[in-house]
T-cell receptor, first 116, second 114 residues
């Protein structure tokens, strides 16, 4: 696609429910990232995919968070048993070749998650 | 992991003035330092980036100045306009243990008043 596409754009869920957030990266981009942005805060790294593998999951805040990527394309971030502190904007990004200098990372518009 | 310190947290500038945002980083194996601009309700978008084999890069009203020895870089917005009001993030690449990612500063909220 022309840009990184995320869905849903907005999600309100009840505490304790599971949610799935989807990301469709730019075509041909091998690297995919998930970041989290809490209200008025910076961008917190969650996970990095190269192809379908996730060599860096160090940013996932707890075992309630998981992500997968299939076909070297679409990725899903799953949050189980959501808590109110999970409320944030979840941003997906992709890039063509993270090992090359000058690699540009492109962001989607984000999925706004509110846990009530 | 990479730490990036960004200042100021917020900035108010008169229309036509110069906006200056500063960032400092730690060691990095990658020579690429981007700035992202984020409007409310939108994802961050790449604004301008620099490789530290040059000390300055200019694109229109936006200039990055880079000081490799001090591990610092800054964004200057000349002739600031109300449409520049947004949050700006600097970033530095982190690479290690099979990972590659950008570590971001905490952001600067810029308000340009008419």
């Amino acid at each position: 696609g022309a840009g990184v596409s995320q869905s849903p754009s907005n999600k309100v869920t009840e505490k304790g429910k599971d949610v799935e957030l989807r990301c469709d990266p730019i075509s041909g981009h091998t690297a995919l990232y998930w970041y989290r942005q809490s209200l008025g805060q910076g961008l917190e790294f969650l996970i990095y995919f190269q192809g379908n593998s996730a060599p860096d999951k160090s940013g996932l805040p707890s075992d309630r968070f998981s992500a997968e990527r299939t076909g070297g394309s679409v990725s899903t971030l799953t949050i189980q048993r959501t808590q109110q502190e999970d409320s944030a904007v979840y941003l997906c990004a992709s890039s063509r070749n993270p090992r090359s200098s000058g690699n540009t990372i492109y962001f989607g518009e984000g999925s706004w998650l509110t846990v009530v | 992991q990479q730490q990036v310190k960004q200042s100021p947290q917020s900035l108010i500038v008169q229309k036509g003035g110069i906006s200056i945002i500063n960032c400092a980083y730690e060691n990095t194996a990658f020579d690429y330092f981007p700035w992202y601009q984020q409007f409310p309700g939108k994802g961050p978008a790449l604004l301008i980036a620099i490789r530290p084999d040059v000390s300055e890069k200019k694109e229109g009203r936006f200039t990055i100045s880079f000081n490799k020895s001090a591990k610092q870089f800054s964004l200057h917005i000349m002739d600031s306009q109300p449409g520049d009001s947004a949050t700006y993030f600097c970033a530095a690449p982190y690479s290690g243990a099979g990972s590659y990612q950008l570590t971001f500063g905490k952001g600067t909220k810029l308000s340009v008043i008419p």
